[in-house]
């Protein structure tokens, strides 16, 4: 699958007849002469001739409608599958499977709109994944799958899954991105007191404030309650893990949040990579005993060895009336901003 990496990582397609280079940031200018592209952005419409959704069907359904651990377990992405092009090529997401051997009505249009470029890196390649931006409307992203054969297609879809999901989750990642930061944002002088610093917007207010604790609340009518909070701990290396990070997330929790608590069983831990760090990601759902209520959360805690401090990062969100993972994909951008200042910053 060497190849197939090399393809997925390439920065230009060729569509046409034509050379047209990506640019490297997917966040491209909008081109006047496109419309926007709609619909719902957590809904991925497939093309697939009939055999091929028949095999595929099911593998895109576990790897792309991946629960996310909440009160209800939300689907990140929904599939469905689309026949006519010209009632959905404007929609956000699009994912097309092509067989080159087909004359089916699918490939054959698929084959019709690239270039032979791409039709014979395909055939030296077995298989191919072509992601553009900007097909036929702005800030659209269209993901092409293809393969010499239909067994090599249908390998491709199992095997580059978790590609396959990371670049859709990306491009839904930089559309919330674009929504957070169309609004004013905090000044570095918020975090003038402080070794650290986040980019983050002024809907967020300040929500309490300790030693070595900073918590920000956004609360808006009709939308979900949104906290975002720092902790920052002189803490010797050895003496930081997973056990000190579940019980820290768990005293904060009830110290802060007004006696919000989790349980192990409602609560998913995995080593990740945070900020260019080996950190730790906790994620599940909590609930406060006091007032009968509960949510979702998500917290991120890593150890810095330049100032041999350990940072924990939190997102919690409460909203009754709805879906909580929209939310927290936000707070997961916004915490994602996060940096410690060097000596000069401060």
């Not at 002088?189 to 900073?214: G, I």
């Not at 010797?236 to 949040?257: T, V």
Request: glycine share 4%; hydrophobic share 35%; with cysteine.
């Amino acid at each position: 699958m060497k190849k197939i990496l090399f393809l997925l990582t390439a920065i230009f397609l060729i569509f046409g007849c034509g050379e047209k280079k990506e640019e490297k940031s997917s966040q491209q200018k909008l081109d006047p002469r496109k419309p926007m592209s709609w619909g719902h952005q957590q809904t991925i419409y497939v093309f697939a001739d009939e055999n091929v959704w028949k095999y595929a069907k099911s593998h895109l359904q576990k790897n792309l409608e991946r629960f996310h651990f909440t009160t209800t377990n939300e689907k990140i992405f929904e599939i469905k599958r689309a026949k006519n092009i010209e009632q959905f090529y404007r929609f956000n997401n699009l994912l097309f499977f092509c067989d080159l051997e087909a004359t089916t009505e699918i490939s054959e249009y698929v084959k019709d709109i690239i270039s032979k470029k791409i039709i014979t890196e395909v055939k030296e390649n077995s298989v191919g994944i072509y992601p553009k931006n900007n097909l036929w409307a702005n800030d659209q992203f269209v993901l092409f799958l293809l393969g010499d054969n239909e067994r090599n297609l249908l390998t491709l879809n199992i095997e580059m899954a978790n590609e396959v999901y990371s670049l859709f989750r990306e491009k839904l990642l930089e559309r919330i991105s674009r929504q957070v930061y169309q609004t004013k944002i905090y000044s570095q002088q918020e975090f003038a007191d402080l070794s650290w610093k986040l980019k983050l917007p002024k809907s967020y207010v300040r929500y309490k404030k300790d030693e070595n604790f900073l918590s920000y609340l956004a609360r808006l009518r009709n939308k979900p309650d949104r906290y975002i909070s720092v902790y920052w701990e002189d803490i010797d290396e050895k003496d930081f893990g997973k056990d000190w990070f579940h019980k820290k997330r768990a005293d904060l929790a009830w110290k802060y949040y007004d006696e919000d608590e989790f349980d192990k069983k409602d609560a998913k831990s995995e080593k990740i990579k945070f900020l260019g760090q080996t950190a730790w990601k906790l994620s599940g759902r909590w609930q406060n005993k006091k007032y009968a209520v509960g949510g979702a959360f998500q917290s991120f805690s890593f150890y810095d060895k330049k100032t041999q401090k350990a940072y924990l990062i939190d997102n919690s969100v409460y909203f009754p009336e709805g879906d909580k993972l929209p939310a927290l994909l936000e707070l997961e951008i916004i915490s994602k901003t996060f940096s410690i200042k060097s000596f000069e910053e401060r």
